[in-house]
T-cell receptor
């Protein structure tokens, strides 16, 4: 059973370009979470999605960031017009049930390291 | 007050020793608690969930004190492979995202 998959593992963008980060959850998991880890900081929750629905985006920056989890295919975290402050590791996690309900664990992918030049 | 607070360390501990660290959390409505481990530049991996009655998994013991709002992790007979950053993680009631501490850096020395 493959774990959570993320690609690309490393992404370099110039200021003003767009970054697309992809996440495929573990088989059988329909709940996807995105986190950002800035250098020397802890992980910060960004958004929680189920298939075709954004459930909780309370941690998403108001501008330039968007996420989706289509019926078919991976979840996508999209950052438009990237700035240097967006440089970070972006981790995706998945769970078989909704975490907020029953202490259900989340399993993390290897992350995408975004560098903005 | 930070939502989840941990001593960043580093804790330098000789191989075979016992080491313990704590974390505190600010949201009294938190309902789920975990310890994750993160190796340098890699993803967090679940070490263990923490239950109110305390729980043990091999050399690792976790305790939860709801009244004082702190969580502890004890590692016995430490191994070189235990060197990592240990993340205290809390899930608030009704919240979907996990709240992470910045982590405690542990170095096991031969």
């Amino acid at each position: 059973n493959a774990g959570v998959m993320q690609n690309p593992r490393h992404l370099v963008r110039r200021r003003g370009q767009e970054a697309r980060l992809r996440c495929s959850p573990m088989k059988g998991h329909s709940h996807v979470y995105w986190y950002r880890q800035l250098p020397e900081e802890g992980l910060k929750f960004m958004v929680y999605l189920q298939k075709e629905n954004i459930i909780d985006e309370s941690g998403m920056p108001k501008e330039r960031f968007s996420a989706e989890f289509p019926k078919e295919g991976p979840s996508i975290l999209r950052i438009q017009q990237v700035v240097r402050g967006d440089s970070a590791a972006y981790f995706c996690a998945s769970s078989p049930l909704r975490t907020g309900g029953a202490g259900n664990e989340q399993f993390f992918g290897p992350g995408t390291r975004l560098t903005v030049l | 007050r930070k939502e989840v607070e941990q001593d960043p360390g580093p804790f330098n501990v000789p191989e075979g020793a016992t080491v313990a660290f704590n974390c505190t959390y600010s949201n009294s409505a938190s309902q789920s608690f975990f310890w994750y481990r993160q190796d340098c530049r890699k993803e967090p991996k679940l070490l263990m969930s923490v239950y109110s009655s305390g729980n043990e998994d091999g050399r690792f013991t976790a305790q939860l004190n709801r009244a004082s709002q702190y969580i502890s992790l004890l590692i016995r007979d430490s191994k070189l492979s235990d060197s990592a950053t240990y993340l205290c993680v809390v899930n608030g009631r009704g919240a979907d995202g996990l709240t992470f501490g910045k982590g405690t850096h542990l170095i096991i020395q031969p």
